[in-house]
C-alpha cells in the first residue's frame, strides 16, 4: 500500500521553462512534506518543505503547492536549468516527527532538455 | 560543516553472509536514521536511533538491526543476506525540527 504516490517515473522539460513534480498522499495523517533531489552515486539533498498549515512555500526557483482536501502536492521550478536534471523524490511525516520515518515516493526522474 | 559519511561505498557479498555499514553523522546531530533504496520499492525507512537507543523501526525483518554509539555514529547490519538485500543503504542524520541531511550511501550488491 503505496501511501505517497509519484504517478510519473519520468518527465522532459525544455530547459528555461517550468518543470511541474507532481506527488499524491492517502494518509490524512500527513502533516509536513518534503522534496528531496537525487544525482546518481549521491545521496538525496534536501530541497524544500511545507507544512499542512500552509498551501505554498517558496525558495528562489522552487515552490510547492499543497492541496490538502486533494491531497496532492506540487513542485513548480522556474526557469527549469540543466542543473536540475535529477530524481525527484517527494516525502511525507506525520504528527510527531514522523514516528515511521520519512514515507517517499518512488520518485520521477527529471530531464532538462537544451 | 563535513556531511554525513558513509563506509564503504561499495560492498559485494555472498548470500548466508552477514555484513556491517557504517555512518557518521553531521557534527551535533543526534539523530541517525537508515534508509533502503531499491529500484522497485523506492526508499523505505528501516531504522532510527537517538542518543543510542532506537526511536523508531519499520517493517523489515529482524535480520536488519543497528546500534548507535556515545558519540552519534552508527552502524547497520544485515545478517544472513539474501540477494533481495542488494540495494543501496542510505543514512541520513538531523538536529530536531530540521529536515534529514543523507549521505552517500553504501552500495551491497549480494551474489
Known amino acids: 500500500d503505496q501511501q505517497v504516490k509519484q504517478n510519473s517515473p519520468s518527465l522532459s522539460v525544455q530547459e528555461g521553462r517550468i518543470s511541474i513534480l507532481n506527488c499524491d498522499y492517502t494518509?490524512?495523517?500527513?502533516?509536513?512534506f518534503l522534496w528531496y533531489k537525487k544525482y546518481p552515486a549521491e545521496g538525496p539533498t534536501f530541497l524544500i518543505s511545507i507544512s499542512s498549515i500552509k498551501d505554498k512555500n517558496e525558495d528562489g526557483r522552487f515552490t510547492v503547492f499543497l492541496n490538502k482536501s486533494a491531497k496532492h502536492l506540487s513542485l513548480h521550478i522556474v526557469p527549469s536549468q540543466p542543473g536540475d536534471s535529477a530524481v525527484y523524490f517527494c516525502?511525507?511525516?506525520?504528527?510527531?516527527?514522523?514516528?515511521?520515518?520519512?514515507?517517499f515516493g518512488k520518485g520521477t526522474h527529471l530531464i532538462i532538455q537544451p | 560543516k563535513a556531511g554525513v559519511t558513509q563506509t564503504p561505498r561499495y560492498l559485494i557479498k555472498t548470500r548466508g553472509q552477514q555484513v556491517t555499514l557504517s555512518c557518521s553523522p553531521i557534527?551535533?546531530?543526534?539523530?541517525v536514521s537508515w534508509y533502503q533504496q531499491t529500484p522497485g520499492q523506492g526508499l523505505q525507512f528501516l531504522f532510527e536511533y537517538f542518543s543510542e537507543t532506537q526511536r523508531n523501526k519499520g517493517n523489515f525483518p529482524g535480520r536488519f538491526s543497528g546500534r548507535q554509539f556515545s558519540n552519534s555514529r552508527s552502524e547497520m547490519n544485515v545478517s544472513t543476506l539474501e540477494l533481495g538485500d542488494s540495494a543501496l543503504y542510505l543514512c541520513?542524520?538531523?538536529?530536531?525540527?530540521?529536515?534529514?541531511?543523507f549521505g552517500n550511501g553504501t552500495r551491497l550488491t549480494v551474489t
Open positions: 541520513a542524520s538531523r538536529d530536531p525540527n530540521s529536515p534529514l541531511h
Open positions: 494518509n490524512s495523517m500527513f502533516d509536513y
Open positions: 557534527s551535533g546531530h543526534r539523530s
Open positions: 516525502a511525507a511525516s506525520d504528527p510527531g516527527g514522523g514516528a515511521d520515518g520519512l514515507t
